[in-house]
């Protein structure tokens, strides 16, 4: 049986790059299936209220699924350096403690999920005519979110050690299954947002499932070996260094999107439903960059872990290029397309001109998406997570909220709200480009340069 796992300490860059970064960008195509088949289902067959309900709950529950994904992006590190150190003892103790503590994350967010959703409807001052659906969406979604949980650990687990076609092909049969029960819910049995609340829950649930059957069958290190799940000190403490950083910047930085609905939710309903299909359009073209920044991630770690760290910045300069070509394609696409895509979302015509304000306005500062994702997924692969945390915290919360707040004050209106997000990206990319090339990656790069030159 062939292997499906892929050491990326040698061999062609661009080939490993590729085969890793494609399936990823499947697998996050139709990951963004999930909530975009919800807001399409919703929006033509129910109504924009219901859209909006849909679309607005994106922060609250980015909040909380973004915490525990930071510690599996923390995991994932741990494992995959220990992969490529070849690490077999090290390797199986780091998986079983990330098995122990996604069960006790998820018994966590279950609960804090539940008790957050009124008060954080509330504060993002959510609609009268929106504020029920959103409830019901929110307290079926927590109900349900270990299943999401499961799924980031099982595929964490698998691409650290260079597997991305498993968990891609268990989420398009995943995402095939979510769109099939909305249509059933929603247009066999009339049950509007809650049915595609249940829908998104039980297909996340079955991915889970898959996942958790396929490492149990794993035969190699990685697997999972049910006896032996336990909390191991020392992988705990690697993984809870590296990704409780990337948990609070997550978070935080989902929470303060919060802030940002809550400035969206003043102009209506229309511009809620807008705005949430745009977000939409928007995660599908940044794609590309998402799985090539994680593609980084899992290289860099390997081959820092195999002490090769010239391969290791070569593969950042690949993985930088790659993102560059990619996103500004997709993003002249999106623009140029802007009214068909917001036409196939909303048959609504205030609900589609709000949703192309906010592409004509954003896509032109795609390009610097790249810089942030490919130099922050570096830094993490190196084990520095501490200093990209801090700074898209600085850049995505503190600098985000100041320039919301002054806008607001000076009396400015939607361009200067939608222009929240293009502000942060080039100041985050500024500061993570100067830490990067100050690390311990670059320096030591260029000491073994230096070593073979003369």
């Given at each position: 049986m062939a292997r499906l796992d892929l050491d990326m300490t040698e061999g062609n860059i661009w080939k490993h790059m590729l085969r890793f970064a494609v399936p990823m960008a499947i697998g996050l195509l139709f990951q963004q299936l999930y909530n975009t088949v919800d807001t399409l289902v919703v929006g033509q067959f129910v109504g924009h209220q219901a859209q909006a309900a849909v679309g607005s709950t994106?922060?609250?529950?980015?909040?909380?699924?973004?915490?525990?994904?930071?510690?599996?992006?923390?995991?994932?590190?741990?494992?995959?350096?220990?992969?490529?150190?070849?690490?077999?003892?090290?390797l199986g103790k780091a998986v079983h403690t990330t098995v122990a503590l996604t069960f006790i994350v998820s018994l966590i967010a279950t609960a804090l999920g539940r008790l957050i959703i009124e008060p954080m409807l509330r504060f993002m001052q959510t609609p009268d005519d929106v504020m029920p659906e959103s409830g019901t969406y929110l307290s079926i979604y927590f109900a349900g979110?270990?299943?999401?949980?499961?799924?980031?650990?099982?595929?964490?687990?698998?691409?650290?050690?260079?597997?991305?076609?498993?968990?891609?092909?268990?989420?398009?049969?995943?995402?095939?299954?979510?769109?099939?029960?909305?249509?059933?819910?929603?247009?066999?049995?009339?049950?509007?947002?809650?049915?595609v609340?249940?829908?998104?829950?039980?297909?996340?649930?079955?991915?889970?499932?898959?996942?958790?059957?396929?490492?149990?069958?794993?035969?190699?290190?990685?697997?999972?070996?049910?006896?032996?799940?336990?909390?191991?000190?020392?992988s705990l403490s690697m993984i809870l260094k590296l990704g409780l950083p990337s948990s609070i910047q997550a978070a935080v930085t989902s929470f303060s999107n919060v802030f940002v609905q809550s400035y969206i939710n003043a102009f209506g309903s229309a511009c809620m439903a807008g705005y949430g299909v745009y977000g939409k359009i928007d995660a599908f073209a940044l794609i590309p960059v998402q799985s090539i920044s994680m593609s980084s991630t899992t290289f860099v770690?390997?081959?820092?872990?195999?002490?090769?760290?010239?391969?290791?910045?070569?593969?950042?300069?690949?993985?930088?290029?790659?993102?560059?070509?990619?996103?500004?394609?997709?993003?002249?696409?999106?623009?140029?397309?802007?009214?068909?895509?917001?036409?196939?979302?909303?048959?609504?015509?205030?609900?589609?001109?709000?949703?192309?304000?906010?592409?004509?306005?954003?896509?032109?500062?795609?390009?610097?998406?790249?810089?942030n994702q490919i130099y922050a997924g570096a830094l993490r692969g190196v084990g520095d997570a501490t200093m990209p945390t801090v700074i898209m915290l600085?850049?995505?919360?503190?600098?985000?909220?100041?320039?919301?707040?002054?806008?607001?004050?000076?009396?400015?209106?939607?361009?200067?709200?939608?222009?929240?997000?293009?502000?942060?990206?080039i100041l985050c990319s500024t500061l993570l480009l100067i830490r990067y090339s100050r690390s311990e990656l670059v320096r030591r790069s260029r000491k073994t340069e230096q070593i073979f030159t003369e």
């Open positions: 994106g922060p609250i529950i980015n909040t909380v699924v973004g915490f525990c994904a930071g510690l599996a992006t923390g995991a994932s590190v741990v494992i995959s350096q220990r992969y490529g150190a070849h690490d077999r003892e090290g979110i270990s299943g999401v949980l499961f799924y980031n650990l099982g595929s964490g687990i698998l691409r650290a050690v260079g597997d991305s076609r498993r968990p891609l092909v268990f989420l398009i049969i995943s995402a095939l299954l979510n769109t099939a029960l909305d249509l059933l819910f929603v247009l066999a049995f009339g049950m509007g947002v809650d049915g609340a249940y829908a998104t829950v039980l297909s996340q649930a079955f991915s889970a499932l898959l996942i958790l059957i396929t490492l149990t069958k794993e035969k190699g290190d990685y697997g999972i070996r049910w006896r032996k799940v336990r909390i191991d000190r020392k770690g390997q081959n820092w872990g195999a002490d090769q760290p010239g391969r290791a910045r070569e593969g950042v300069r690949t993985a930088t290029l790659m993102s560059l070509i990619s996103t500004a394609v997709l993003g002249l696409l999106v623009f140029v397309l802007a009214r068909p895509l917001m036409g196939f979302f909303s048959p609504e015509e205030e609900v589609v001109e709000y949703g192309i304000r906010f592409i004509r306005i954003v896509t032109p500062f795609y390009i610097a998406v790249c810089f600085a850049s995505f919360v503190v600098f985000r909220q100041i320039y919301l707040a002054v806008t607001k004050a000076l009396g400015a209106g939607f361009i200067a709200v939608a222009l929240a997000y293009p502000v942060g990206w």
